[in-house]
């Protein structure tokens, strides 16, 4: 029996680091059960114990209690599916780029709600730096100025031209990380400039959608030159919220927890109930109207799931 860290899986096989190795291992029928809800039962990040087999596989018997987990909803599933995209990450950064594809901010959103519900650690990194000009540079500007005042660090990159290489690299150093983003944003290919040693496969933006063409197909954990890993991901559309109750939406807004016990209703949702502290404070300009917008699709998305779930 040895024991190991999942740094990759495809289908039904999963790679086990142990002691320099690399193990390609199944799991026993039984995990799958255990995995409730959540579409995949071991995940990068997890720790195992491997039983080893005579031909230099092994099976993953038991799975380690994860200190944290990254979830999203499962693309194109029922509502209230996770997928758990990886375990015991320390930090979780969101990838966007000044174009090619456009900053989505509603994609950023989201993903900071997932990593407050599930106390993961959250930054911003824009990537493409080098295509900042006139016409990128006010709306990149403003973002990275609002996600700064809220308390993420927010970093400006380019894989192009180093900018901001050596910040990400110390931010990465010594923990386990996790980067996640829009198709194209240029997360592997950061990640080769963070450190030549990963060698992860990057492809190209598509010239008529301006969208990526999802080059990075699973997930999988990297051993970073000075201690540490990082976790490359596959490009997502949008990053669903699951685990969610509508009324607690709020609490993972930065700008709002602060404001939330001056509301009349202690279940207020912010979006109608009168004497509310937050529509207060977007009125007089402390919440932004973009920042609440974006709450207010997602406490939509939220109530449809509940409906959706209740069928
Ligand atoms: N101008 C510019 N292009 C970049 C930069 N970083 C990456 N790219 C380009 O963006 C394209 C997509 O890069 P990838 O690294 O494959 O993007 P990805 O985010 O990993 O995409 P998926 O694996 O599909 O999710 C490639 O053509 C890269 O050369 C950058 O800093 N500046
Ligand atoms: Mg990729
Ligand atoms: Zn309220």
């Known amino acids: ?52 087999q005579p031909d230099g596989t092994g099976v993953i018997t038991s799975l380690g209690t994860r200190s944290t987990v990254l979830v999203r909803r499962a693309a194109g599933r029922r509502v209230g599916v996770s997928h758990v995209i990886a375990a015991n990450i320390d ?17 950023v959103d989201r993903f900071l709600v997932m990593a407050g519900v599930h106390r993961i650690p959250a930054g911003i990194v824009i990537n493409k730096a080098d295509l900042l000009d006139d016409r990128t540079g006010p709306p990149i500007r403003f973002w990275a100025e609002l996600y700064r ?97 509508p009324p607690h939406l709020s609490h993972y807004f930065a700008e709002m927890a602060p404001v939330l016990s001056g509301c009349r209703f202690p279940n207020c949702t912010h979006d109608h109930e009168p004497e509310c502290a937050v529509i207060e404070a977007v009125d007089e300009g402390t919440i932004s109207q973009e920042r609440y917008a974006s709450y207010l699709g997602m406490l939509r998305s939220l109530r449809l799931g509940a409906r959706d779930v209740g069928r």
């Open 149 to 245: 005042d809220l308390g993420y660090p927010v970093l400006l990159t380019s894989a192009l031209n180093g900018e901001g290489v050596d910040t990400l690299l110390g931010a990465l150093t010594g923990r386990i990380s996790a980067v996640a983003g829009p198709s194209g944003v240029g997360k592997s290919t950061l990640l080769n400039a963070v450190d030549g040693t990963l060698d992860l496969r990057t492809g190209q933006v598509s010239s008529r959608t301006r969208k990526g063409t999802h080059t990075t197909t699973s997930a999988s954990l990297h051993a970073l030159k000075g201690g540490g890993y990082v976790a490359d991901t596959p490009g997502l559309r949008e990053f669903g919220l699951v685990d969610l109750d």
């Open 91 to 107: 930090a979780a950064w969101v990838i966007q780029s000044v174009d090619l594809p456009r900053f989505n901010p509603g994609f």
């Open 1 to 52: 029996m040895i024991d190991g860290l999942v740094i990759r899986t495809t289908g039904s096989w999963y790679d086990v680091a142990s002691g320099g190795d690399v193990v390609p291992c199944t799991v026993r029928g039984r995990f799958r059960l255990e995995g409730g809800d959540a579409t995949n039962p071991v995940v990068i990040g997890d720790r195992v114990s491997v039983l080893r």
